[in-house]
């Protein structure tokens, strides 16, 4: 095999790797091409800049930006600094552990700001209509029995809470990494 033909074959085989890592922040509702990007800056030896990633991946520039904005946001990229570049240039973050840290902590924490938004405008509007003698007693019964719900599912965004803390601190994924190398030796 010439060293043409090598190339074509590595190449073939990173495209496997990149569209596996795609379609999997795909599953996690990131747009399969910024995951191309991620895939790219991942199985990259060096840091890459707009220009290699478009030329790479035939992006426009304009969805190349929002695609590197969006990453730098999640903390799964990060931009490097190299003496006599006057271009940004950015890695991806190669620890998965690191990576899905900070990818799930922030799902996490939006969920429960979503949920706990709406739970905080709500409650005082099925307390009105629980303490309303004019509002019909079956309306009042089902406002209650729906408040009730939401007070028991505040010990789930309590519980979210407390992952976010334990994953960012590092001590329940070093634990279970530890747990995973001791069963696996």
Do not use: C
Not at 50 to 76: A, C, F, P, T, W
Not at 81 to 103: H, V
């Amino acid at each position: 095999m010439d060293k043409e033909q090598a190339r074509e074959e590595l190449d073939r085989i990173h495209a496997i790797i990149k569209d596996g890592i795609a379609d999997t922040m795909d599953i996690y509702g990131v747009n399969r091409s910024i995951g191309q990007l991620y895939a790219t800056l991942y199985l990259s030896d060096d840091p890459m800049n707009l220009n290699e990633l478009r030329d790479e991946l035939g992006m426009s520039k304009g969805s190349m930006s929002i695609g590197v904005r969006k990453l730098l946001d999640e903390n799964i990229i990060h931009r490097v600094y190299r003496k006599g570049e006057r271009k940004d240039l950015y890695e991806a973050e190669q620890d998965f552990f690191q990576f899905f840290t900070s990818f799930f902590t922030r799902r996490w924490e939006r969920e429960r700001d979503v949920n706990m938004a709406a739970i905080k405008e709500a409650i005082p509007y099925y307390k009105a209509l629980i303490e309303n003698e004019k509002v019909p007693e079956e309306i009042r019964a089902e406002a209650s029995f729906t408040l009730d719900k939401i007070h028991s599912s505040l010990a789930y965004y309590e519980f979210l809470d407390m992952l976010v803390t334990q994953f960012r601190t590092g001590n329940l994924a070093k634990e279970l990494v530890e747990k995973y190398k001791d069963a696996n030796k």
